[in-house]
């Protein structure tokens, strides 16, 4: 079946610091990729997303690319912020949608 | 503005009782999810549902139940069968196909005391 699996945390960055979390993934046809933040106590808010092989998403200075080849999705960030600290999820969904597949999550914390 | 909204945010449950968490979307959405989170966790599907008045079992539905009598609403009843009910519990919604991923509510941490 579907899988995610992403770099075990906790990260702990200064600010201004480059920002790389791996995420690799299992999946038969073409799913589409996501990165979900949460900050604590809260839900999850979608960060960015992409659909195809080779599509960036972007959003809030945060990026990653669907890397069909490598199977993977990493999130990166040129200049990490303490706003920035929060539990990273990286997701996988095929078309049909009810089989949203999370990984573990990725605690970072930035400190200033 | 649209949205998903849980209710309430936090809620204490004594051992034996059973307690109902609310979900409630205005996203005209036609799924809805119930997912529980453990501290340093990921998060795992309890159950969701595709259309009113069907919903199919996730991976960990053992100790709870849940209804979809109205579009906007999937409410989750964790029951005294759960044996171990303390947990954050994450709401989402999403259209039944296509990529736009998930909307997720606020959550409801739940605490057995």
């Known amino acids: 079946g579907n899988s995610v699996t992403q770099m075990e945390g906790p990260v702990t960055l200064s600010e201004e610091a480059f920002l790389t979390i791996n995420c690799t993934y299992t999946?038969?046809?073409?799913?589409?990729l996501f990165w979900y933040v949460q900050y604590p106590g809260e839900g999850l808010q979608l960060l960015l997303k992409?659909?195809?092989?080779?599509d960036k998403g972007s959003n809030k200075g945060f990026e990653a690319t669907y890397r069909k080849e490598t199977t993977s999705f990493h999130l990166e960030k040129g200049s990490v912020q303490v706003s920035d600290s929060a539990v990273y999820f990286c997701?996988?969904?095929?078309?049909?949608?009810?089989?949203?597949?999370f990984g573990a999550g990725t605690r970072l914390t930035v400190k200033p | 503005d649209g949205g998903i909204t849980q209710s309430p945010k936090y809620l204490f449950r004594k051992e034996g009782q059973n307690v109902t968490l609310s979900c409630e979307q205005n996203?005209?959405?036609?799924?809805m999810y119930w997912y529980r989170q453990d501290p340093g966790q990921g998060l795992r599907l309890i159950y969701y549902?595709?259309?009113?008045?069907?919903?199919q079992k996730g991976d960990i539905a053992e100790g709870y139940s849940v209804s979809r009598e109205k579009k906007e609403s999937f409410p989750l009843t964790v029951t005294s069968a759960q044996k171990n009910p303390t947990a954050f519990y994450l709401c989402?919604?999403?259209?039944?196909?296509?990529?736009?991923?998930?909307?997720f509510g606020s959550g409801t941490r739940l605490t057995v005391v």
């Open positions: 989402a919604s999403s259209i039944d196909r296509g990529p736009d991923g998930y909307t």
């Open positions: 999946a038969t046809g073409y799913p589409s």
């Open positions: 992409a659909t195809k092989a080779d």
């Open positions: 997701a996988l969904a095929g078309y049909n949608n009810n089989d949203m597949r």
């Open positions: 996203l005209n959405h036609d799924a």
């Open positions: 549902s595709q259309i009113v008045n069907d919903f």
